[in-house]
Every structure is written in structure tokens, then in C-alpha cells.
């Protein structure tokens, strides 16, 4: 159980997100898929500020989404609550890379939506890094495009990506639809 299904604090998260989406003017717009499974991929990532745009669709759908983070950040007396927060612990030193711990995870799980951004920073990149990619066809699960656009004040759900395998045309895909996204911080936006 993560912060995102336990019953009365995600009620009143949910009521102080659907607030604070009115007061600030942002909309959100699509659905989640119905699946189980899959690896949901958040762009552009170019603000702190992106997880509190992000965090009222999340609750508006009642999805419960787990983020991978480095092991450190998981200490033995806040442990527990770092994967309230959907923390999943991933080991840098183990002989398994991340893509195989997040399948592992994948495994263990009934159900699991992993949020990933995929620039790997908040500042300006030339491309995307291909873990999402790598976890989603290694676990056979499809890739959930979300975005928020700060022109627009729209935040929500795109298509739902099945990878074919051939990296580089998903991944041109994936990009195509991002292309009119502007982040928070635009100058941080990727030029396609």
C-alpha cells in the first residue's frame, strides 16, 4: 500500500489536488489504460515543480505509481515510509542493473504503474535515456505516455505505446508526440 491507496489520505489528497488545479488554471485531460501493468514515462521533466502538476492526475485516476529511486534514499528508519511514497529501492552496486531489479519488481507485483522520466535530470538533454524502454520490453508491458504542457496548463494522458523492439522508431514515435509539449522551465525542453 502506497500513499496513492490508502483510503482517507488519498481522499483528501484528491480534494486538495482537484482544488489546486482550479485555483492555478491547469486541466487535465485523457485516461489511464486499464491495464495492471505498465511503465508510464512523465515529459518534459525541466521543474521541481513538475511533480506538483503531475501528482493530481495521479490521484484524480486513483493510480497507485511507484518511482525507482537509489537505495540510499531508502534508510532503515524511513524506509517504510519512502516506499509508502511508491519508492522502489534500486541497488547501483548489485551485479543486477536497474532494468533487471525493476523487472524483478514487476514480477513480484499484481499490480504496478513504475513512473519514469526519462531525461534522467531536470535540465536540457539531447535525448532520452532507454531504461523505460529496456524495462517495458523486458517485462512485455506497454509504455503510457503522460505530459504536462505549461503553454497550455493541460497535464494528463497520452497514447499507450507497445514496444516493437526496434528502439529507435518507438522511440522517434514517442518523441513525435511530445514535440509541442513545453515544459515549466522551457529552456530545458528537449528540440526533438
Given amino acids: 500500500m502506497t500513499i496513492f491507496s490508502t483510503p482517507l489520505i488519498s481522499q483528501f489528497l484528491r480534494l486538495v489536488s482537484f482544488i489546486g488545479l482550479k485555483l492555478t488554471g491547469w486541466k487535465t485531460v485523457g485516461e489511464p489504460p486499464k491495464h495492471d501493468k505498465y511503465v508510464m514515462i512523465a515529459i518534459p521533466h525541466t521543474s521541481n515543480w513538475d511533480f506538483l502538476v503531475m501528482l493530481p492526475v495521479v490521484l484524480k485516476y486513483k493510480l497507485d505509481v511507484h518511482w525507482m529511486g537509489k537505495h540510499t534514499l531508502f534508510p532503515k528508519p524511513i524506509r517504510w515510509f519512502v ?61 503510457q505516455l503522460a505530459y504536462l504542457d505549461a503553454k497550455t496548463k493541460v497535464v494528463g494522458f497520452g497514447p499507450l505505446v507497445h514496444p516493437t523492439g526496434d528502439y529507435e522508431k518507438d522511440v522517434k514515435e514517442i518523441l513525435a508526440f511530445y514535440s509541442d509539449k513545453q515544459g515549466i522551465r522551457s529552456e530545458f525542453d528537449m528540440d526533438g
Avoid: C
Avoid at 536497474?98 to 513512473?115: G, K, N, P, Y
Avoid at 519514469?116 to 532520452?128: N, S
Avoid at 517495458?136 to 508491458?141: E, F, K
Fill in 83 to 143: 516506499r509508502w511514497m511508491g519508492g522502489i529501492p534500486i541497488d547501483r552496486r548489485s551485479a543486477r542493473n536497474t532494468v533487471e531489479q525493476a523487472a524483478e519488481a514487476f514480477h513480484r507485483s499484481e499490480q504496478l504503474v513504475l513512473l519514469i522520466t526519462p531525461e534522467g535530470t531536470r535540465r536540457k538533454v539531447d535525448r532520452l535515456k532507454a531504461g523505460f524502454y529496456h524495462i517495458a520490453t523486458r517485462v512485455n508491458v506497454p509504455i
